[in-house]
């Protein structure tokens, strides 16, 4: 299931991109998604976050009352024209469910806008489609925080 997104910031492309992978940034999104707990790490152009969140009433049976997300973020250096290529990839642990796509970040007259392309695929035969159409609004909430959560984030530093 495809799950595009487009997110508007008010600041520059270059300090856009290093708050997607600036530790802070993701303890910011934790406290937005009503993380438990938000630990990361930095690999190669970019940053790992892993969140102890809330499960959704859809998996709870599942996972429990919380629910592990790993997330990804990792982003090319930037274009002559100040846009670059990324990748974001985020899981589920216990659960075969992934949302992956390319990061495209394009400088605007205001600032910039991301856009995401994910594929959210759901592998568990028979109940993988029922499970990807309740957690499209789940996921696509969870990207919208980084837009609302970004740009107070960069408002203040």
Same mark, same amino acid.
């Given at each position: 299931?495809?799950?595009?997104s487009? &997110?508007?910031?008010?600041h520059?492309?270059?300090?856009v991109a290093?708050?997607?992978v @600036?530790?802070d940034?993701?303890?910011h999104?934790?406290k937005e998604?009503?993380?438990?707990?938000?630990?990361? /790490?930095q690999i190669?152009?970019g940053l790992? /976050?892993?969140?102890?969140?809330? /499960?959704?009433d859809?998996?709870?049976?599942?996972?429990g009352?919380?629910?592990?997300v790993?997330?990804?973020?990792t982003?090319?250096?930037?274009?002559?024209d100040?846009?670059?290529?990324?990748?974001m990839?985020?899981s589920?642990?216990g659960m075969?469910?992934?949302?992956d796509?390319p990061l495209?970040?394009?400088?605007?007259?205001t600032?910039?806008?991301v856009?995401?392309?994910?594929?959210?695929m759901?592998?568990?035969?028979l109940?993988?489609k029922?499970?990807e159409?309740?957690?499209?609004?789940? &996921?696509?909430?969870i990207i919208?925080?980084?837009?609302?959560?970004?740009?107070?984030? &960069? @408002? /203040? @530093?």
């Amino acid at each position: 299931m495809k799950i595009p997104s487009t &997110l508007t910031f008010t600041h520059p492309g270059d300090r856009v991109a290093d708050m997607f992978v @600036n530790p802070d940034f993701a303890l910011h999104v934790g406290k937005e998604v009503d993380a438990e707990n938000v630990t990361t /790490s930095q690999i190669d152009k970019g940053l790992t /976050s892993v969140f102890t969140i809330p /499960s959704p009433d859809s998996v709870r049976k599942l996972l429990g009352p919380t629910m592990t997300v790993t997330e990804t973020v990792t982003w090319e250096a930037p274009r002559p024209d100040g846009s670059r290529r990324g990748r974001m990839t985020m899981s589920v642990t216990g659960m075969p469910a992934k949302t992956d796509g390319p990061l495209t970040l394009t400088p605007t007259a205001t600032g910039c806008v991301v856009d995401y392309d994910a594929e959210f695929m759901v592998r568990i035969p028979l109940f993988g489609k029922k499970i990807e159409d309740m957690a499209q609004k789940y &996921l696509t909430q969870i990207i919208s925080a980084c837009e609302r959560v970004g740009n107070n984030w &960069l @408002n /203040s @530093n």
